[in-house]
């Protein structure tokens, strides 16, 4: 979503829908880990967003026409990377489906005829797709600081058990993580041949990570992310 409020021109959207909906009762729910929509709970939060704070989808899709823009989602049957073009499908739908993670919210979303969820369990960091895509300097936004290692967690072991019907996606939660890991190394790199890459990360995790999320932590994290975006664009990203 906060790559479709940078589209539509409607600056600090995603953090005000962000800091309405985290201590509101209804998008956080550890005790619906079992319901229909899990833990977090998508469809109010773009109930909310229909309601109280609507995306101008013409401005973002007129922005994106003059862009190469995509949204990765995770094909269901196949656990491979899909990257969809949202000017070009119901751009609402393949958002939802774009955060919509197994085990923690309701788990996949129909586009077009075809199941899919979250793209960042696939490819959450399309540094090959964006090389594949014509980028030859390649800006990375990052959510964990640079060089920062994603190791196996307990929820990957658990979604091993519960998708063990389906070996493509256990293989995401058994190895996904050594391939986001040999991503975040090459990245430290700075380039392959004639493709430069720089990354924008956080110094430290962010507050907001997990499922006890208050206002502040998102408000922090809001500012940290920020400021680092402000030391790239001068030229100041110290330590």
């Known amino acids: 979503m906060a790559l479709t409020s940078f589209l539509s021109g409607q600056r600090k959207h995603f953090i005000d ?3 309405d909906v985290a201590e509101d009762g ?3 729910r550890l005790m619906s880990a079992w319901s229909e929509e899990g833990v977090m ?3 109010h ?9 609507p995306l101008d989808l013409e401005a973002a899709a007129f922005n994106a026409r003059r862009s190469h823009i ?4 995770t094909d269901f049957e196949t ?3 899909l990257y969809l073009n949202p000017v070009s499908g119901d751009w609402l739908r393949i958002l939802w489906a774009s955060a919509t993670l197994p085990l923690v919210t309701r788990g996949k979303i129909k586009v077009d005829g075809k199941w899919m969820f979250d793209g960042g369990i696939s490819d959450a960091l399309p540094l090959d797709a ?3 895509a014509g980028g030859k300097n390649i800006l990375m936004v990052r959510t964990r600081p640079s060089g920062a290692h994603y190791e196996q967690g307990w929820m990957d072991v658990f979604a091993t058990y519960w998708y063990k019907e389906s070996p493509a996606i256990v293989d995401l939660y058994e190895n996904g993580h050594h391939r986001y890991n040999h991503v975040v190394d090459r990245l430290l790199t700075g380039g392959e041949g004639r493709v430069k890459w720089r990354e924008i990360a956080p110094l430290k995790p962010l507050r907001s990570e997990g499922f006890r999320v208050q206002k502040e932590d998102l408000l922090a994290d809001y500012h940290h992310g920020l400021a680092r975006a402000l030391d790239w664009l001068s030229g100041d990203e110290g330590e």
């Not at 939060?45 to 109280?52: K, T």
């Open 130 to 132: 964006a090389i594949q």
């Open 45 to 53: 939060l773009f109930d909310h967003v229909r309601r109280h704070r």
């Open 26 to 28: 209804k998008f956080i």
């Open 79 to 81: 656990g491979k990377p």
């Open 17 to 19: 829908v962000a800091t």
């Open 70 to 73: 995509r949204f990765v989602t």
């Open 41 to 43: 709970n998508l469809a």
